[in-house]
């Protein structure tokens, strides 16, 4: 059975640091694309970071790019999710999921394999 899992997230002042993790079940995650996505209330789910099978190449949306990192374990066949100087409008429940088809691009349209979600709160 497939399936991904979130966790890492929580409450964290602005400026501060999570660490989000994937962790995968059923597959192996460094076979497929891996992407992280984040939904705010009222707002559309926005690709955050994606990387590539065996990292070959990764992604981050102009809002995170200097701040977020995007990194696998393979031994624990999990995606990591690294956020620093976080801030407010970071607030989100954060989303990983897998490209079972590899189309290439970082839109949660392309993604078909999803996990359940964690909640990142940046406020003071």
């Known amino acids: 059975q497939v399936q991904l899992v979130e966790s890492g997230g929580g409450l964290v002042q602005p400026g501060g640091s999570l660490r989000l993790s994937c962790a995968a079940s059923?597959?192996?995650?460094?076979?497929?694309?891996i992407g992280w996505f984040r939904q705010a209330p009222g707002k559309e789910r926005e690709g955050v970071s994606c990387i590539s099978r065996s990292e070959g190449s990764t992604y981050f949306a102009d809002s995170v790019k200097g701040r977020f990192t995007i990194s696998r374990d393979n031994a624990k066949n999990t995606v990591y999710l690294q956020m620093n100087s976080l801030k407010p409008e970071d607030t989100a429940v954060y989303y990983c999921?897998?490209?079972?088809?590899?189309?290439?691009?970082?839109?949660?349209?392309?993604?078909?394999?999803w996990g359940q979600g964690t909640q990142v709160t940046v406020s003071s």
């Open positions: 059923g597959f192996t995650l460094d076979d497929y694309p």
């Open positions: 999921a897998a490209d079972s088809f590899d189309g290439g691009g970082c839109h949660a349209d392309d993604y078909d394999y």
